[in-house]
């Protein structure tokens, strides 16, 4: 089965540090999503890519986080500088809506993210 | 704008219990529906999905039928196991949204624990 592809699956760094998460979506698909879930807020959805331009990042922090597609096969989540509270797991998912808003996001296992 | 809302966890049940986890949606347009599960550690899965009123999606032995008069997508399970034990997620996809894209409106997130 196609899957969706994070790295590195975990990070530990110390404040201050620039973090750059990965996602490699599924072959053919035209959406990408970056989404944060805490024990707190839950899953946030954080900014979205269809067809490389961002949609909304109207979710990201937009003073320390940088989502980029510089590829069809390549999304990066960047942090910079990081904070102890951006401790979370980052979730990546693709999709594709040319068949129609009926097709269902597949998520990445997530990049575990701790900011000592 | 569009929300779901679930009912609050946890859930505990003995394996073989019925399971009903209540999700009711608000949403601008004709919505998709989908239910995901997060296993401990993974990102969240695809599980079912239903896409118009009346629709019943099914899998896994889990079930959902699309009421579009009551505006819910209830998830049932005859006979639970203790496999089962995970986190449930609601989500609608609205083709009412403008910018284009299959974003998700995702529920809070329901976490269902099975004991022997």
């Known amino acids: 089965d196609a899957r969706v592809t994070q790295t590195p699956r975990h990070k530990v760094t110390e404040m201050g540090q620039e973090v750059t998460m990965r996602c490699q979506p599924i072959l053919g698909h035209n959406t990408v999503f970056w989404y944060r879930q805490t024990m707190m807020q839950g899953l946030e959805l954080l900014a979205y890519f269809r067809n490389r331009a961002p949609l909304d990042d109207s979710g990201m922090p937009k003073d320390r986080f940088s989502a980029e597609m510089p590829d069809a096969t390549l999304a990066t989540l960047k942090i910079q500088p990081s904070e102890p509270r951006d401790s979370a797991v980052y979730f990546c998912?693709?999709?594709?809506?040319?068949?129609?808003?009926?097709?269902?996001?597949?998520f990445g296992d997530g990049t575990r993210l701790s900011i000592l | 704008g569009d929300s779901v809302t679930q009912m609050e966890g946890p859930v505990t049940l003995s394996e073989e219990a019925f399971l009903t986890i209540n999700c009711t949606y608000t949403a601008t347009g004709y919505p998709s529906l989908f239910w995901y599960v997060q296993y401990p550690g993974e990102g969240l899965q695809l599980l079912l999905k239903a896409t118009k009123a009346d629709d019943k999606g099914s899998n896994k032995g889990f079930e959902a039928t699309y009421r579009k008069e009551t505006t819910s997508f209830h998830l049932e399970k005859g006979s639970v196991q203790v496999s089962d034990s995970a986190v449930y997620f609601c989500?609608?996809?609205?083709?009412?949204?403008?910018?284009?894209?299959?974003?998700?409106?995702f529920g809070t997130g329901t976490q269902l624990k099975v004991e022997l």
């Open positions: 989500a609608l996809s609205d083709p009412g949204l403008t910018g284009g894209g299959n974003k998700l409106t």
């Open positions: 998912a693709s999709g594709s809506d040319l068949q129609g808003f009926n097709q269902p996001q597949h």
